[in-house]
């Protein structure tokens, strides 16, 4: 046996005394970085360990002895142990009888066994209360204290009673304890350290494929075709007139993908008479990723003012200005102003203004802390209402920049549309099907199917 007690005192000496000695089997990285906390969070800590000796690694003021010995030390164990490890416990089956045994463990792989972790050291000591937590949260997390990210420990137990203790000890830790419910719970929470973005797979996919097409579909119109058929260099344009070009698309493409499955369910319902079937697969995922779909519209926003503020700054803009007054100089002539171009720049900064606003106010509110303070129908109103609003101020934008191409047969390059006709295809067929959505001949059976109403109830079997 070792006891080691020099420097490090427990920070909350006044309740240490109160607190009840934890048992922690296993001394690698894990189990001596929650030892560390828990010591310093006033807990007495015992090692259970294959090895007794002291290491310098060791939590100071931390004893280790031997598994058996130690867990009989304390009422809660934590098993600091990788699962293939678990085996060693079964002789320790009656030291552990009646006791918390606490799984922390990870997996290599999403659901590499057919059990969960916390479920198999369940099976394998049936006479212990076996509770899951504090495997979502890092060695290094714990020990350097920066837990900003991953301040949430998921709990999960059979045994209310041994749940309720380790919560109180993630408390104690100044973590905040999530109560899962039952062990059944325990691969789900297992999988969540495993997972990497898994509802930004598809809107960063998705993102990506029609950046990359819009980018090339520009390349061709605006740098080849003219290159070809005008014999201009306008290579360029690839570093920041089309980058600027494909931002805005993006953005108003994917603000529109936001409301596209909304209309989708509506129809659906409608079709069915009936809110009780399921959607299908595809339309629950992208209902799923609708935040993430709209977080990415709002980036590609944020980088078209940015770009749109910094084009002054360009050479070829400056160029262009000054040639445009020499010529005017030359000719010892200039242009008057062109009301229609006055009203049509002025309306198409201030709706492009305005919806960049409300864009950003949408996007704010879609942080957990800011939504976390309002309630359901208040940010049912800001997502939905001032959401449909930004779409109709950004696709307006873009029609009245992009709109007068329409009826100009050079705007046709390859007999291709010009990509901000493209980009007006989906939301205006958003906002027209919404448009059509919300005619009260419609909206009041699809209110009435939301409210539970069926047109055939056999569908509700
Ligand atoms: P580790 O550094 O490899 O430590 C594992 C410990 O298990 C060893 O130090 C050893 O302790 C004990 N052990 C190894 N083989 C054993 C055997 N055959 N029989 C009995 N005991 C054995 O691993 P770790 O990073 O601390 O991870 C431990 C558990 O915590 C894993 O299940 C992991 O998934 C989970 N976890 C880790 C992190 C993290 O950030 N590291 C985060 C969340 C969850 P003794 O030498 O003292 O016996």
Known sequence: ??????????????????????????????????????????????????????????????????????????????????????????????????????DISNNLKLNQYPESNAEYLAQLLPGSKVVKAFNTV??????????????????????????????????????????????????????????????????????????????????????????????????????????????????????????????????????????????????????????QLGLIALAFAFLHVVFTLASPLRSFVSWRTSNRIVSQALNNQTQPLDHTNAWLSDSYLALGILGFFFFVLLGITSLPSVSNNVNWREFRFVQSKLGYLTLILCTAHTMVYGGKWFLNPSAYKWYLPNIYMLSLVVPCAVLVVKFVLILPCVDKPLTQIRQGWERNPKYSE
């Not at 070792?2 to 000695?21: G, H, I, Q, W, Y």
């Not at 109180?168 to 062990?183: E, F, H, N, Q, W």
């Not at 605006?222 to 993006?250: C, G, K, L, Q, W």
Request: positive net charge.
């Open 1 to 102: 046996m070792n006891t080691n007690s020099s420097n490090t005192m427990a920070l909350a000496p006044s309740t240490s005394n109160k607190r009840e000695t934890v048992c922690i089997f296993g001394t690698g990285d894990f189990g001596r970085a929650l030892g560390h906390r828990m010591i310093q969070s006033g807990y007495p800590v015992v090692y259970g360990s294959r090895s007794t000796q002291i290491s310098n690694l060791i939590p100071k003021d931390a004893e280790v002895l031997g598994h058996a010995e130690a867990a009989q030390k304390a009422a809660i164990i934590i098993v600091a142990i990788p699962r293939q490890h678990y085996n060693f416990l079964t002789p320790l089956a009656e030291v552990l009888r009646g006791k918390v045994l606490v």
């Open 138 to 291: 890092s060695a290094w997390a714990l020990q350097s204290g920066t837990l900003d990210a991953s301040r949430q420990v998921f709990v999960c137990a059979d045994d209310v009673e041994a749940k309720q203790m380790v919560m109180d000890i993630v408390r104690a830790l100044g973590l905040t304890p999530l109560d899962k419910g039952s062990l059944l719970a325990a691969q789900e929470i297992e999988n969540y350290p495993l997972q990497l973005f898994p509802m930004w797979k598809f809107p960063i996919i998705l993102s990506f494929g029609l950046a990359i097409f819009f980018f090339f579909y520009c390349l061709a119109l605006d740098v080849i075709h003219t290159y070809i058929y005008e014999n201009n260099n306008f290579s360029f344009f690839i570093a920041f007139t089309i980058p600027n070009r494909v931002f805005p698309v993006m953005a108003l493409i994917l603000l529109a993908l936001v409301y596209l499955p909304g209309i989708f369910a509506a129809i659906i319902q409608l079709y069915r008479g009936t809110k009780y079937r399921r959607f299908p697969d595809w339309l629950d995922k992208w209902m799923l990723c609708r935040k």
